[in-house]
Protein backbone atom coordinates (compact mmCIF):
# COMPACT_ATOMS: atom_id res chain seq x y z
CA UNK A 1 0.00 0.00 0.00
CA UNK A 2 2.81 2.21 1.02
CA UNK A 3 4.81 1.74 -2.05
CA UNK A 4 2.46 1.99 -4.38
CA UNK A 5 0.61 5.54 -2.60
CA UNK A 6 4.47 6.88 -3.08
CA UNK A 7 4.26 5.54 -6.78
CA UNK A 8 1.30 7.26 -7.23
CA UNK A 9 2.75 10.56 -5.91
CA UNK A 10 5.23 10.20 -8.10
CA UNK A 11 3.45 9.90 -11.45
CA UNK A 12 0.64 12.35 -10.47
CA UNK A 13 2.48 15.63 -9.21
CA UNK A 14 4.23 15.87 -12.52
CA UNK A 15 1.31 15.99 -14.02
CA UNK A 16 -0.08 18.59 -11.55
CA UNK A 17 3.27 20.69 -11.82
CA UNK A 18 2.28 21.39 -15.87
CA UNK A 19 -0.85 23.07 -14.95
CA UNK A 20 0.51 25.07 -11.94
CA UNK A 21 3.39 26.48 -14.44
CA UNK A 22 0.95 28.02 -15.78
CA UNK A 23 -0.82 29.26 -12.80
CA UNK A 24 2.03 30.58 -11.19
CA UNK A 25 3.85 33.00 -12.54
CA UNK A 26 6.69 32.72 -10.38
CA UNK A 27 7.39 29.35 -11.43
CA UNK A 28 7.38 30.72 -15.21
CA UNK A 29 9.53 33.79 -14.23
CA UNK A 30 11.99 31.16 -12.67
CA UNK A 31 11.86 28.92 -15.55
CA UNK A 32 12.79 31.67 -18.07
CA UNK A 33 15.22 33.48 -15.91
CA UNK A 34 17.32 30.38 -15.96
CA UNK A 35 16.58 29.81 -19.79
CA UNK A 36 18.12 33.28 -20.34
CA UNK A 37 21.03 32.14 -18.04
CA UNK A 38 21.90 29.16 -20.44
CA UNK A 39 21.67 31.74 -23.49
CA UNK A 40 24.00 33.90 -22.07
CA UNK A 41 26.44 30.88 -21.58
CA UNK A 42 25.85 30.05 -25.31
CA UNK A 43 29.64 30.34 -27.36
CA UNK A 44 28.68 32.89 -30.11
CA UNK A 45 28.41 31.57 -33.72
CA UNK A 46 29.56 32.83 -37.07
CA UNK A 47 26.98 34.71 -39.60
CA UNK A 48 26.21 34.37 -42.70
CA UNK A 49 27.55 36.73 -44.77
CA UNK A 50 24.41 37.11 -47.28
CA UNK A 51 22.31 39.04 -44.37
CA UNK A 52 23.13 42.70 -44.28
CA UNK A 53 21.62 45.41 -42.13
CA UNK A 54 21.41 49.28 -43.00
CA UNK A 55 20.93 51.35 -40.26
CA UNK A 56 18.36 54.63 -40.10
CA UNK A 57 20.89 56.34 -37.87
CA UNK A 58 21.26 59.91 -36.33
CA UNK A 59 24.42 59.94 -38.38
CA UNK A 60 22.87 59.47 -41.64
CA UNK A 61 20.29 62.07 -40.98
CA UNK A 62 23.35 64.69 -40.85
CA UNK A 63 24.33 63.38 -44.37
CA UNK A 64 21.12 63.09 -46.08
CA UNK A 65 19.53 66.38 -48.60
CA UNK A 66 16.38 66.48 -45.39
CA UNK A 67 15.22 69.68 -45.08
CA UNK A 68 14.15 68.76 -41.70
CA UNK A 69 16.21 66.14 -40.24
CA UNK A 70 14.05 63.44 -38.84
CA UNK A 71 12.19 60.45 -39.03
CA UNK A 72 10.07 58.90 -41.19
CA UNK A 73 12.03 59.76 -44.10
CA UNK A 74 10.52 60.86 -47.20
CA UNK A 75 9.17 57.96 -49.17
CA UNK A 76 10.93 59.18 -52.23
CA UNK A 77 13.99 58.77 -50.64
CA UNK A 78 13.50 55.15 -49.98
CA UNK A 79 12.40 54.61 -53.22
CA UNK A 80 15.63 55.98 -54.26
CA UNK A 81 17.14 53.23 -52.19
CA UNK A 82 15.23 50.40 -53.45
CA UNK A 83 15.62 51.00 -56.83
CA UNK A 84 20.05 51.55 -55.67
CA UNK A 85 19.65 47.98 -54.34
CA UNK A 86 17.99 46.31 -56.72
CA UNK A 87 20.40 47.70 -59.40
CA UNK A 88 23.39 46.44 -56.70
CA UNK A 89 21.67 42.67 -57.10
CA UNK A 90 19.78 42.64 -53.87
CA UNK A 91 17.93 39.51 -53.27
CA UNK A 92 15.77 40.54 -50.81
CA UNK A 93 14.84 43.95 -49.95
CA UNK A 94 12.91 44.33 -46.17
CA UNK A 95 11.93 47.56 -44.13
CA UNK A 96 11.55 47.01 -40.00
CA UNK A 97 8.86 50.17 -40.56
CA UNK A 98 5.19 50.95 -41.13
CA UNK A 99 4.10 52.63 -44.38
CA UNK A 100 0.09 52.61 -42.64
CA UNK A 101 -0.29 56.47 -43.61
CA UNK A 102 -0.90 57.45 -47.42
CA UNK A 103 1.17 60.27 -49.39
CA UNK A 104 -0.17 60.17 -52.51
CA UNK A 105 2.24 63.00 -53.08
CA UNK A 106 5.46 60.04 -53.24
CA UNK A 107 3.48 56.84 -52.68
CA UNK A 108 3.31 56.63 -56.30
CA UNK A 109 7.03 56.62 -57.04
CA UNK A 110 7.73 54.26 -54.21
CA UNK A 111 5.23 51.63 -55.40
CA UNK A 112 6.69 51.72 -59.00
CA UNK A 113 10.65 51.09 -57.14
CA UNK A 114 8.62 48.41 -55.00
CA UNK A 115 7.42 46.87 -58.23
CA UNK A 116 10.55 46.96 -60.16
CA UNK A 117 12.38 45.55 -57.12
CA UNK A 118 9.99 42.76 -56.16
CA UNK A 119 10.37 41.22 -53.37
CA UNK A 120 10.20 43.54 -51.27
CA UNK A 121 9.06 43.59 -47.76
CA UNK A 122 7.65 45.66 -45.17
CA UNK A 123 6.42 45.79 -41.49
CA UNK A 124 2.58 45.71 -40.78
CA UNK A 125 1.86 47.53 -38.14
CA UNK A 126 -0.07 45.79 -35.09
CA UNK A 127 -2.66 47.24 -32.51
CA UNK A 128 -3.33 44.90 -29.63
CA UNK A 129 -6.68 44.84 -27.65
CA UNK A 130 -7.96 42.65 -24.53
CA UNK A 131 -11.25 40.63 -25.66
CA UNK A 132 -12.20 38.09 -22.60
CA UNK A 133 -8.62 37.93 -21.19
CA UNK A 134 -6.64 37.00 -24.19
CA UNK A 135 -4.68 39.32 -26.62
CA UNK A 136 -6.33 40.04 -29.86
CA UNK A 137 -4.45 41.36 -33.03
CA UNK A 138 -5.63 43.14 -36.09
CA UNK A 139 -2.97 44.66 -38.53
CA UNK A 140 -3.39 47.97 -40.13
CA UNK A 141 -3.02 47.88 -44.04
CA UNK A 142 -0.40 49.72 -45.91
CA UNK A 143 -0.99 52.96 -48.00
CA UNK A 144 -3.81 52.07 -50.72
CA UNK A 145 -1.06 53.07 -53.58
CA UNK A 146 0.88 50.75 -52.70
CA UNK A 147 -0.33 47.58 -51.68
CA UNK A 148 -0.78 44.80 -54.22
CA UNK A 149 3.49 46.11 -54.34
CA UNK A 150 4.59 45.47 -51.27
CA UNK A 151 4.70 41.68 -49.08
CA UNK A 152 3.19 42.52 -45.29
CA UNK A 153 4.96 40.73 -42.71
CA UNK A 154 4.71 40.51 -38.71
CA UNK A 155 7.20 41.52 -36.39
CA UNK A 156 5.62 40.26 -33.18
CA UNK A 157 8.00 39.43 -30.69
CA UNK A 158 6.49 40.23 -28.04
CA UNK A 159 8.41 40.40 -24.54
CA UNK A 160 7.65 37.80 -22.09
CA UNK A 161 8.45 38.92 -18.09
CA UNK A 162 10.82 41.81 -19.84
CA UNK A 163 12.67 39.99 -22.66
CA UNK A 164 12.03 39.56 -26.16
CA UNK A 165 13.06 35.41 -26.57
CA UNK A 166 11.01 33.95 -29.21
CA UNK A 167 8.83 35.28 -32.27
CA UNK A 168 5.65 33.48 -33.75
CA UNK A 169 6.51 32.19 -37.58
CA UNK A 170 3.13 34.62 -39.01
CA UNK A 171 0.48 36.35 -37.18
CA UNK A 172 -3.29 36.80 -38.11
CA UNK A 173 -5.29 39.53 -38.24
CA UNK A 174 -7.98 38.71 -35.93
CA UNK A 175 -10.54 41.13 -37.93
CA UNK A 176 -9.78 39.56 -41.41
CA UNK A 177 -8.33 36.62 -40.49
CA UNK A 178 -5.14 36.88 -42.79
CA UNK A 179 -2.53 35.32 -42.25
CA UNK A 180 0.99 37.04 -42.68
CA UNK A 181 4.85 35.45 -42.22
CA UNK A 182 7.37 37.05 -39.99
CA UNK A 183 9.62 39.24 -41.34
CA UNK A 184 12.85 37.19 -40.20
CA UNK A 185 11.04 34.54 -41.44
CA UNK A 186 10.20 35.98 -45.24
CA UNK A 187 13.86 36.99 -44.93
CA UNK A 188 15.46 33.70 -44.65
CA UNK A 189 12.70 31.85 -46.76
CA UNK A 190 13.84 34.79 -49.91
CA UNK A 191 17.49 33.45 -49.18
CA UNK A 192 16.01 29.57 -49.75
CA UNK A 193 16.22 28.24 -46.08
CA UNK A 194 13.61 25.92 -45.07
CA UNK A 195 11.90 27.56 -42.00
CA UNK A 196 9.31 24.86 -41.99
CA UNK A 197 11.82 22.36 -40.29
CA UNK A 198 11.83 25.14 -37.39
CA UNK A 199 11.24 23.23 -34.14
CA UNK A 200 7.99 24.95 -32.36
CA UNK A 201 7.22 25.25 -29.03
CA UNK A 202 4.16 25.03 -27.31
CA UNK A 203 2.54 27.94 -28.28
CA UNK A 204 4.27 27.80 -31.90
CA UNK A 205 7.04 30.09 -31.27
CA UNK A 206 9.94 29.82 -32.57
CA UNK A 207 13.31 30.55 -30.08
CA UNK A 208 15.45 32.82 -31.22
CA UNK A 209 19.55 31.59 -31.02
CA UNK A 210 20.58 34.83 -30.84
CA UNK A 211 24.50 34.81 -32.42
CA UNK A 212 25.69 37.94 -29.56
CA UNK A 213 25.04 40.69 -28.00
CA UNK A 214 24.18 43.43 -29.34
CA UNK A 215 26.35 45.04 -32.33
CA UNK A 216 27.47 41.25 -33.60
CA UNK A 217 25.70 42.35 -36.91
CA UNK A 218 27.19 45.57 -37.70
CA UNK A 219 24.74 48.11 -39.92
CA UNK A 220 25.91 49.83 -43.19
CA UNK A 221 25.02 53.13 -42.04
CA UNK A 222 21.82 54.51 -44.30
CA UNK A 223 23.29 57.31 -46.28
CA UNK A 224 26.25 55.21 -47.25
CA UNK A 225 23.75 53.05 -49.54
CA UNK A 226 21.35 56.36 -50.75
CA UNK A 227 25.25 58.63 -52.03
CA UNK A 228 26.37 54.95 -53.18
CA UNK A 229 29.51 55.70 -50.80
CA UNK A 230 29.20 51.90 -50.30
CA UNK A 231 30.71 50.75 -53.58
CA UNK A 232 34.43 52.65 -52.57
CA UNK A 233 34.40 50.85 -49.32
CA UNK A 234 32.74 47.12 -49.92
CA UNK A 235 32.95 47.04 -54.09
CA UNK A 236 30.22 47.21 -56.49
CA UNK A 237 29.32 43.29 -56.23
CA UNK A 238 28.70 43.67 -52.33
CA UNK A 239 24.87 43.49 -52.32
CA UNK A 240 24.80 40.56 -55.03
CA UNK A 241 22.37 37.98 -54.11
CA UNK A 242 21.67 39.14 -50.44
CA UNK A 243 18.74 40.36 -48.29
CA UNK A 244 18.76 43.46 -46.86
CA UNK A 245 17.01 44.29 -43.58
CA UNK A 246 16.30 48.12 -43.05
CA UNK A 247 15.60 49.52 -39.76
CA UNK A 248 15.93 52.21 -37.45
CA UNK A 249 19.36 52.28 -35.13
CA UNK A 250 18.52 54.80 -32.48
CA UNK A 251 19.74 54.58 -28.52
CA UNK A 252 16.38 55.99 -27.65
CA UNK A 253 14.06 54.10 -30.35
CA UNK A 254 12.65 50.53 -30.54
CA UNK A 255 15.06 48.69 -28.21
CA UNK A 256 14.26 45.68 -26.97
CA UNK A 257 15.73 43.61 -23.95
CA UNK A 258 16.53 39.94 -25.11
CA UNK A 259 18.47 37.20 -22.86
CA UNK A 260 21.72 38.54 -23.98
CA UNK A 261 21.44 41.84 -23.39
CA UNK A 262 19.10 44.75 -24.59
CA UNK A 263 19.49 45.56 -28.38
CA UNK A 264 17.70 47.45 -31.26
CA UNK A 265 14.59 45.50 -32.77
CA UNK A 266 16.12 45.34 -35.90
CA UNK A 267 19.06 43.86 -34.36
CA UNK A 268 16.47 41.09 -33.02
CA UNK A 269 14.95 40.58 -36.42
CA UNK A 270 18.28 39.80 -38.02
CA UNK A 271 19.53 37.81 -35.02
CA UNK A 272 16.12 35.71 -35.74
CA UNK A 273 16.22 35.89 -39.34
CA UNK A 274 20.48 34.53 -39.37
CA UNK A 275 19.43 31.96 -37.16
CA UNK A 276 17.03 30.49 -39.29
CA UNK A 277 19.28 31.00 -42.34
CA UNK A 278 21.91 28.75 -40.81
CA UNK A 279 18.89 26.22 -39.55
CA UNK A 280 20.78 26.69 -36.15
CA UNK A 281 17.69 26.33 -33.44
CA UNK A 282 17.46 25.93 -29.77
CA UNK A 283 15.07 23.10 -29.77
CA UNK A 284 12.03 22.97 -26.59
CA UNK A 285 11.29 19.89 -25.23
CA UNK A 286 7.72 18.29 -25.94
CA UNK A 287 5.05 18.54 -22.84
CA UNK A 288 5.41 14.12 -23.03
CA UNK A 289 9.41 14.66 -22.59
CA UNK A 290 8.99 16.90 -20.02
CA UNK A 291 6.84 14.90 -17.88
CA UNK A 292 8.77 11.68 -18.68
CA UNK A 293 11.90 13.30 -17.14
CA UNK A 294 9.93 14.95 -14.10
CA UNK A 295 8.45 11.21 -13.40
CA UNK A 296 11.96 9.25 -13.62
CA UNK A 297 13.34 12.05 -10.97
CA UNK A 298 10.45 11.87 -8.67
CA UNK A 299 10.35 8.06 -9.25
CA UNK A 300 13.71 7.97 -7.51
CA UNK A 301 12.80 10.58 -4.85
CA UNK A 302 10.52 8.39 -3.85
CA UNK A 303 12.71 5.31 -3.89
CA UNK A 304 15.04 7.28 -1.84
CA UNK A 305 11.98 7.88 0.65
CA UNK A 306 10.68 4.17 0.64
CA UNK A 307 14.75 3.33 1.35
CA UNK A 308 16.40 5.94 3.56
CA UNK A 309 13.37 7.92 5.08
CA UNK A 310 12.45 11.32 5.17
CA UNK A 311 15.45 12.62 6.28
CA UNK A 312 17.98 11.28 4.18
CA UNK A 313 15.68 11.31 1.17
CA UNK A 314 15.80 15.56 1.45
CA UNK A 315 19.61 15.52 1.47
CA UNK A 316 19.01 13.11 -1.95
CA UNK A 317 16.35 15.57 -3.06
CA UNK A 318 19.19 18.37 -2.93
CA UNK A 319 21.75 16.63 -4.74
CA UNK A 320 19.45 15.70 -7.47
CA UNK A 321 17.86 19.29 -7.96
CA UNK A 322 21.82 20.10 -8.37
CA UNK A 323 22.31 17.22 -10.99
CA UNK A 324 19.82 18.01 -12.79
CA UNK A 325 20.48 21.38 -13.08
CA UNK A 326 24.06 20.99 -14.16
CA UNK A 327 22.71 18.49 -16.56
CA UNK A 328 20.04 20.28 -18.20
CA UNK A 329 22.75 23.34 -18.40
CA UNK A 330 25.54 21.32 -20.00
CA UNK A 331 22.54 19.58 -22.11
CA UNK A 332 21.46 23.08 -23.51
CA UNK A 333 25.16 24.04 -24.12
CA UNK A 334 26.57 21.67 -26.09
CA UNK A 335 22.93 20.38 -28.11
CA UNK A 336 20.73 23.89 -27.67
CA UNK A 337 18.01 21.36 -26.12
CA UNK A 338 16.63 23.34 -23.75
CA UNK A 339 14.58 21.09 -21.15
CA UNK A 340 12.73 22.68 -18.61
CA UNK A 341 15.66 23.08 -15.47
CA UNK A 342 13.71 24.88 -12.93
CA UNK A 343 10.01 22.56 -13.23
CA UNK A 344 11.36 19.65 -12.87
CA UNK A 345 12.87 20.95 -9.73
CA UNK A 346 9.99 22.01 -8.24
CA UNK A 347 7.72 19.15 -8.91
CA UNK A 348 10.65 17.31 -6.81
CA UNK A 349 9.94 19.59 -4.40
CA UNK A 350 6.25 19.21 -4.59
CA UNK A 351 6.71 15.36 -4.72
CA UNK A 352 8.57 15.69 -1.46
CA UNK A 353 6.21 17.63 0.31
CA UNK A 354 3.40 15.66 -0.49
CA UNK A 355 5.15 12.24 0.23
CA UNK A 356 6.36 13.82 3.90
CA UNK A 357 2.77 14.83 4.26
CA UNK A 358 1.66 10.83 3.34
CA UNK A 359 4.19 9.50 5.31
CA UNK A 360 3.26 11.95 8.83
CA UNK A 361 -0.11 11.27 8.23
CA UNK A 362 0.67 6.95 7.78
CA UNK A 363 3.07 7.52 11.01
CA UNK A 364 0.33 9.65 12.70
CA UNK A 365 -2.15 6.11 12.23
CA UNK A 366 0.59 4.03 13.15
CA UNK A 367 1.03 5.32 16.58
CA UNK A 368 -2.58 5.77 16.71
CA UNK A 369 -2.58 1.84 16.37
CA UNK A 370 -0.27 1.24 19.22
CA UNK A 371 -1.14 3.81 22.25
CA UNK A 372 -3.86 6.03 22.82
CA UNK A 373 -4.56 9.29 20.40
CA UNK A 374 -3.84 11.60 22.51
CA UNK A 375 -0.41 9.88 23.77
CA UNK A 376 0.59 9.55 20.05
CA UNK A 377 0.29 13.42 19.39
CA UNK A 378 1.76 14.29 22.38
CA UNK A 379 5.24 12.17 21.35
CA UNK A 380 4.57 13.45 17.75
CA UNK A 381 5.05 17.26 18.58
CA UNK A 382 7.73 16.47 21.27
CA UNK A 383 11.58 15.87 20.25
CA UNK A 384 13.24 12.91 20.38
CA UNK A 385 15.98 14.69 23.12
CA UNK A 386 12.97 15.49 25.24
CA UNK A 387 13.11 13.75 28.37
CA UNK A 388 9.90 11.43 29.64
CA UNK A 389 7.25 13.61 31.28
CA UNK A 390 3.91 12.13 33.49
CA UNK A 391 1.99 13.99 35.77
CA UNK A 392 -0.48 13.01 38.45
CA UNK A 393 -4.26 12.57 38.16
CA UNK A 394 -7.48 10.85 39.38
CA UNK A 395 -7.95 7.69 37.30
CA UNK A 396 -10.43 4.81 37.00
CA UNK A 397 -8.06 1.65 35.71
CA UNK A 398 -9.60 -1.44 34.23
CA UNK A 399 -8.03 -4.78 33.52
CA UNK A 400 -9.96 -7.21 31.16
CA UNK A 401 -8.58 -10.67 30.92
CA UNK A 402 -9.97 -13.64 29.05
CA UNK A 403 -11.44 -16.90 30.84
CA UNK A 404 -10.23 -20.19 29.89
CA UNK A 405 -7.78 -19.06 27.70
CA UNK A 406 -4.98 -22.06 27.83
CA UNK A 407 -8.13 -24.39 27.21
CA UNK A 408 -9.16 -22.31 24.33
CA UNK A 409 -5.89 -22.35 22.37
CA UNK A 410 -4.79 -25.98 23.22
CA UNK A 411 -8.54 -27.08 22.17
CA UNK A 412 -9.74 -24.88 18.87
CA UNK A 413 -7.66 -24.55 15.63
CA UNK A 414 -5.17 -21.85 15.83
CA UNK A 415 -7.26 -19.35 13.42
CA UNK A 416 -10.28 -19.68 15.32
CA UNK A 417 -8.64 -18.37 18.64
CA UNK A 418 -7.44 -15.64 16.59
CA UNK A 419 -9.94 -14.46 14.97
CA UNK A 420 -11.94 -14.69 18.65
CA UNK A 421 -9.23 -12.44 19.84
CA UNK A 422 -9.66 -10.08 17.23
CA UNK A 423 -13.47 -10.09 17.87
CA UNK A 424 -12.88 -9.15 21.44
CA UNK A 425 -10.36 -6.38 21.53
CA UNK A 426 -12.47 -4.68 18.44
CA UNK A 427 -15.69 -4.75 20.93
CA UNK A 428 -13.15 -3.20 23.69
CA UNK A 429 -11.68 -0.86 20.76
CA UNK A 430 -14.88 0.32 19.65
CA UNK A 431 -16.83 1.00 23.71
CA UNK A 432 -13.87 2.68 24.84
CA UNK A 433 -14.46 5.15 21.69
CA UNK A 434 -17.94 5.18 22.10
CA UNK A 435 -17.42 6.12 25.80
CA UNK A 436 -14.65 8.99 25.45
CA UNK A 437 -11.45 6.85 25.64
CA UNK A 438 -9.04 4.18 24.27
CA UNK A 439 -7.22 0.79 24.97
CA UNK A 440 -4.27 2.01 26.64
CA UNK A 441 -2.56 -1.45 25.92
CA UNK A 442 -2.76 -5.16 25.23
CA UNK A 443 -1.11 -7.97 27.48
CA UNK A 444 -1.31 -11.44 25.61
CA UNK A 445 -5.14 -11.54 25.83
CA UNK A 446 -5.54 -8.97 28.04
CA UNK A 447 -6.96 -5.41 27.76
CA UNK A 448 -5.59 -2.13 29.91
CA UNK A 449 -7.30 1.16 29.90
CA UNK A 450 -7.99 4.03 31.68
CA UNK A 451 -10.65 6.40 31.75
CA UNK A 452 -10.57 9.99 33.13
CA UNK A 453 -12.70 13.01 33.78
CA UNK A 454 -14.02 14.47 30.85
CA UNK A 455 -16.13 17.61 29.95
CA UNK A 456 -19.24 17.16 28.88
CA UNK A 457 -18.83 13.42 29.87
CA UNK A 458 -20.05 11.21 32.75
CA UNK A 459 -17.63 10.43 35.68
CA UNK A 460 -15.21 8.31 34.86
CA UNK A 461 -16.11 5.38 37.03
CA UNK A 462 -19.36 5.16 35.80
CA UNK A 463 -17.88 4.72 32.08
CA UNK A 464 -15.75 2.32 33.38
CA UNK A 465 -18.47 0.05 34.19
CA UNK A 466 -20.65 1.00 31.32
CA UNK A 467 -17.31 -0.24 29.36
CA UNK A 468 -17.23 -3.33 31.34
CA UNK A 469 -21.01 -4.10 30.75
CA UNK A 470 -20.73 -3.68 26.62
CA UNK A 471 -17.47 -6.67 27.23
CA UNK A 472 -19.83 -8.45 28.86
CA UNK A 473 -22.73 -7.99 26.09
CA UNK A 474 -20.00 -8.17 23.09
CA UNK A 475 -19.29 -12.06 25.00
CA UNK A 476 -22.18 -13.30 24.80
CA UNK A 477 -22.42 -12.40 21.03
CA UNK A 478 -19.44 -14.46 20.38
CA UNK A 479 -20.42 -17.26 22.73
CA UNK A 480 -23.79 -17.51 20.84
CA UNK A 481 -21.73 -17.07 17.48
CA UNK A 482 -20.59 -20.70 18.51
CA UNK A 483 -17.02 -20.00 17.08
CA UNK A 484 -16.04 -20.84 21.06
CA UNK A 485 -17.41 -23.99 20.78
CA UNK A 486 -18.39 -25.16 23.99
CA UNK A 487 -16.37 -23.68 25.91
CA UNK A 488 -18.00 -20.16 25.42
CA UNK A 489 -15.84 -17.09 25.63
CA UNK A 490 -15.68 -15.09 29.16
CA UNK A 491 -14.18 -12.25 30.30
CA UNK A 492 -13.28 -10.95 34.08
CA UNK A 493 -12.73 -7.18 34.56
CA UNK A 494 -11.18 -5.84 37.41
CA UNK A 495 -11.81 -1.98 38.29
CA UNK A 496 -10.24 0.45 41.03
CA UNK A 497 -10.24 4.27 41.22
CA UNK A 498 -7.28 6.13 42.78
CA UNK A 499 -4.47 8.86 41.73
CA UNK A 500 -2.24 7.41 39.52
CA UNK A 501 0.97 9.09 37.23
CA UNK A 502 0.00 8.86 33.42
CA UNK A 503 2.74 9.66 30.94
CA UNK A 504 5.63 8.51 29.34
CA UNK A 505 8.67 7.03 30.87
CA UNK A 506 12.02 5.15 30.35
CA UNK A 507 15.76 5.59 29.45
CA UNK A 508 17.34 8.01 27.08
CA UNK A 509 17.15 5.77 23.83
CA UNK A 510 13.61 4.06 24.78
CA UNK A 511 10.26 5.34 26.25
CA UNK A 512 6.69 4.13 26.94
CA UNK A 513 3.57 5.62 27.69
CA UNK A 514 2.28 4.11 31.03
CA UNK A 515 0.02 4.64 33.96
CA UNK A 516 1.85 3.91 37.49
CA UNK A 517 0.12 3.83 41.27
CA UNK A 518 -1.48 1.96 43.60
CA UNK A 519 -4.50 1.99 42.05
CA UNK A 520 -3.16 0.15 38.91
CA UNK A 521 -1.50 -2.53 40.56
CA UNK A 522 -5.03 -2.88 42.74
CA UNK A 523 -7.24 -3.09 39.33
CA UNK A 524 -4.62 -6.08 38.15
CA UNK A 525 -5.33 -7.94 41.54
CA UNK A 526 -8.90 -7.30 41.64
CA UNK A 527 -9.10 -8.48 37.72
CA UNK A 528 -7.35 -11.68 38.98
CA UNK A 529 -9.53 -12.30 42.02
CA UNK A 530 -12.73 -12.82 39.47
CA UNK A 531 -11.44 -16.08 38.75
CA UNK A 532 -12.02 -16.96 42.23
CA UNK A 533 -15.29 -14.96 42.91
CA UNK A 534 -16.60 -16.36 39.51
CA UNK A 535 -18.05 -13.02 38.88
CA UNK A 536 -17.22 -11.21 35.69
CA UNK A 537 -17.06 -7.36 37.05
CA UNK A 538 -15.63 -6.74 40.28
CA UNK A 539 -14.55 -3.51 41.58
CA UNK A 540 -13.15 -1.24 44.16
CA UNK A 541 -14.89 0.66 47.33
CA UNK A 542 -13.11 3.95 45.69
CA UNK A 543 -15.31 3.24 42.40
CA UNK A 544 -18.36 2.42 44.58
CA UNK A 545 -18.17 5.79 46.28
CA UNK A 546 -17.94 7.34 42.60
CA UNK A 547 -20.92 4.97 40.87
CA UNK A 548 -23.29 4.38 43.77
CA UNK A 549 -25.86 7.08 42.45
CA UNK A 550 -25.73 4.92 39.41
CA UNK A 551 -25.37 1.50 39.59
CA UNK A 552 -27.13 -1.05 41.74
CA UNK A 553 -24.34 -3.30 43.04
CA UNK A 554 -23.62 -5.75 45.84
CA UNK A 555 -20.63 -5.33 48.63
CA UNK A 556 -18.61 -8.97 47.98
CA UNK A 557 -17.31 -8.73 51.35
CA UNK A 558 -13.48 -6.98 52.53
CA UNK A 559 -10.99 -8.91 50.63
CA UNK A 560 -7.12 -9.09 51.22
CA UNK A 561 -5.12 -7.94 48.27
CA UNK A 562 -1.66 -9.15 47.58
CA UNK A 563 0.85 -6.71 48.77
CA UNK A 564 -1.28 -4.53 50.59
CA UNK A 565 -1.70 -3.98 54.64
CA UNK A 566 -5.05 -4.09 54.59
CA UNK A 567 -8.23 -5.74 52.83
CA UNK A 568 -10.52 -3.62 50.56
CA UNK A 569 -14.00 -3.62 50.10
CA UNK A 570 -15.15 -5.28 46.60
CA UNK A 571 -18.19 -4.63 45.21
CA UNK A 572 -19.76 -6.40 42.75
CA UNK A 573 -22.39 -5.12 39.66
CA UNK A 574 -26.47 -5.77 39.11
CA UNK A 575 -27.34 -3.57 36.20
CA UNK A 576 -27.00 0.32 35.55
CA UNK A 577 -29.75 2.07 37.41
Not at 283 to 298: E, F, G, I
Not at 432 to 438: C, K, V
Not at 538 to 551: I, M, N
Amino acid sequence: MRRNVLIAIALVVPALSQWLVREIPVVTRTELLIYDWHSRALPPTALDPRLVLVGMDDESLSHLPLERPSYPLPRTMQAKVVTDLHEAGAKVIAFDAWFSRPIPSEDGAFAEAIEAAKPVLSAIEPSVQIVGGEEVYTLTPVAPLLRGHITLCSILAQPYFGRVRWILPFAVDNSTMERYPHLSVALAEGLGANVSQAPLGGSGEVLIRFAGSSGTIQPIPYYQVFDGSWKQSLGPNFFRGKAVLIGIFNPLVDRALTPVGEMQGVEVLGQAAQAMLQGNWIRPWSQTQNYVLKSVLCLLLVGAIWMLGLRRAFVFLIAEMILWIVAAHWMFIKTQVWADTFEPTFALLATLVVASAYETGRIRRVFHRFMPSWVAEDMLASSPGEAAVAQEMEATIVFCDVRNSTRLAETLPSQTVEELMRQYFTAGEEAAHQLGTELDKFVGDEIMLYFEDRRGLENQAVRALRWAFALQEACRRITESGLAGDIGFRVGVGICTGNVRIGTVGAKRRIQHTVMGDAVNTASRIQALTKEFNEPIVFSESTWDKVEEYVVGELIGEVPIRGKEHPIKLFKPIRMR
